[in-house]
């Protein structure tokens, strides 16, 4: 079986499908230039229902200590337990 480097990232986030948690997010990063979904450099990240849909996660989306980082929305939505589950 292949996989897209989307679809482990969803593998990351979420360790199993049965999983209620569904992450729904629109949000540009960094490297963002324009035109939402259609940006040349694939920067504005997409999540529906929990599947990555496009966009690039880049360290303003993970690793930063911003109320942006996707790990924030996470404990905000989510509780603690959700957030560390992803860590």
Do not use: H
């Not at 990351?12 to 960094?30: A, E, G």
Request: aromatic share 12%.
């Amino acid at each position: 079986m292949l996989w897209t480097g989307k679809q482990l990232m969803e593998l990351i986030l979420y360790d199993d499908y049965t999983n209620p948690m569904k992450l729904n997010l629109t949000i540009p990063n960094k490297s963002y230039t324009g035109n939402r979904e259609f940006c040349i450099k694939d920067s504005f990240v997409i999540f529906r229902n929990g599947q990555l849909i496009s966009g690039v996660l880049d360290k303003s989306l993970l690793g930063s200590s911003s109320k942006t980082s996707i790990f924030f929305i996470l404990l905000r939505d989510f509780g603690e337990g959700a957030a560390v589950d992803a860590m």
